[in-house]
C-alpha cells in the first residue's frame, strides 16, 4: 500500500466565498469484506491512501480525514477477472478520487453528479438532472446568497475560467442544461458554496478517475496548510505526536463511505 497521497488543496473560484443518508451499494457483510481483504493485500494496483486538504468535501468528508481508495472499483474489467472481482460502473451520487483534468499532477475528490448523456443545470442552488429537480441530502450551503454562475449555472461565467470550461460551455450547453458527452463525468463538492469543481474547470474524463474512497482510516482534526506542501511537516508531526489522543476524530476512524443514489 502506497503511503498517504495528499488530495491536492484546491483554490476557490475567484468569486466564491472563503472556505444522512447512504446507501449501502453491496451488502454490509460483503462491503466489510472486501474492505478488510484491501487492508490485508492492498498494493498500489489495488489500494492507495489520500488525505483530504480542504474542505470541498464537506461534512462528508472533512479536513484531515485519511482515507483509503480501492482503485480496483472502476478499472476495466478483465474476462476473467470480471467474475471474481467487485467492478461497478461509474454511477450518480458516487464519491470519486481523479485526477484534475486541468493539471493532471493534482489529485480531487469529489461526487459524480452527472453520467455521459445526462443534463444538468442548477437553479438558486437547487440541482435539476434530466428535467428533474434532484434531492441532495449530503449537501451543505454555508451561505446564503445567490451567486448568479455558481448557484444557476451554467450562466455565463462572473470568474475566469479555464479552457476546459469555455469548451463545455461552448460546445456542450443545450436549452439551459449542461449535457454530458460520452466518456466524461460532471463532479460537484458537498460543500456546493466553496467548492472548485465542473462548474468551474469542465468534464472528468473517464481515464483520469482513480478510483472510489471505501474507508476513513484515521481522521485528525488539522488545519489545511499543514496537510500540504513539503511531504514531512515538522510541525505537523510535533501536534500529532503531542496531540493525537485529543485531535484524533474518534468517531470517524474506520468509518465507511458510501455514496447516495441519484435520479
Known amino acids: 500500500m502506497e503511503e498517504d497521497k495528499v488530495l491536492t488543496a484546491e483554490e476557490e473560484p475567484t468569486q466564491a466565498p472563503p472556505s444522512p443518508r447512504y446507501y449501502i451499494q453491496r451488502g ?5 469484506t472486501v474492505t478488510i481483504i484491501l487492508l490485508l493485500f492492498g498494493t498500489t494496483t489495488l489500494l492507495q491512501a ?9 461534512d462528508t468528508l472533512l479536513i484531515g480525514d ?3 481508495v480501492d482503485k480496483l472499483a472502476f478499472a476495466p474489467p ?16 458516487d464519491i470519486i478520487v481523479f485526477r484534475y483534468p486541468v493539471d493532471i499532477t493534482q489529485t480531487f475528490v469529489k461526487r459524480c453528479i452527472g453520467v455521459p448523456g445526462d443534463r444538468i443545470h442548477l437553479v438558486n442552488k437547487q440541482l435539476w438532472l434530466n428535467g428533474r429537480p434532484v434531492d441532495e441530502p449530503y449537501v ?12 444557476n449555472f451554467p450562466e455565463d461565467p462572473n470568474v475566469s475560467v479555464p479552457d476546459q ?11 439551459g442544461d449542461v449535457v454530458v458527452p460520452a466518456g466524461y463525468y ?6 456546493r458554496d466553496s467548492s472548485l469543481d465542473s462548474r468551474y474547470w469542465g468534464f472528468v474524463p473517464r ?10 482510516y484515521w481522521s485528525y482534526d488539522a488545519p489545511t496548510d499543514a496537510l500540504t506542501g513539503t511531504p514531512f511537516n515538522v510541525e505537523h508531526l510535533l501536534d500529532v505526536v503531542i496531540h493525537f489522543p485529543t485531535k484524533t476524530r474518534w468517531k470517524r476512524t474506520f468509518r465507511l463511505i458510501h455514496g447516495y443514489p441519484l435520479k
Open 78 to 93: 478483465g474476462t476473467v477477472s470480471q467474475h471474481i472481482l467487485p467492478y461497478t460502473e461509474i454511477k450518480r451520487g
Open 28 to 32: 454490509f457483510i460483503a462491503e466489510w
Open 207 to 216: 481515464g483520469n478517475i482513480i478510483g472510489k474512497p471505501v474507508i476513513i
Open 165 to 175: 470550461a469555455h469548451d463545455m460551455l461552448a460546445r456542450h450547453r443545450e436549452g
Open 140 to 151: 451543505y450551503h454555508k451561505t446564503e446568497y445567490i451567486d448568479a454562475y455558481r448557484d
Open 50 to 58: 489520500f488525505v483530504i486538504p480542504t474542505g470541498s468535501m464537506e
Open 186 to 191: 460532471f463532479a460537484m463538492g458537498d460543500n
Open 66 to 68: 485519511h482515507l483509503l
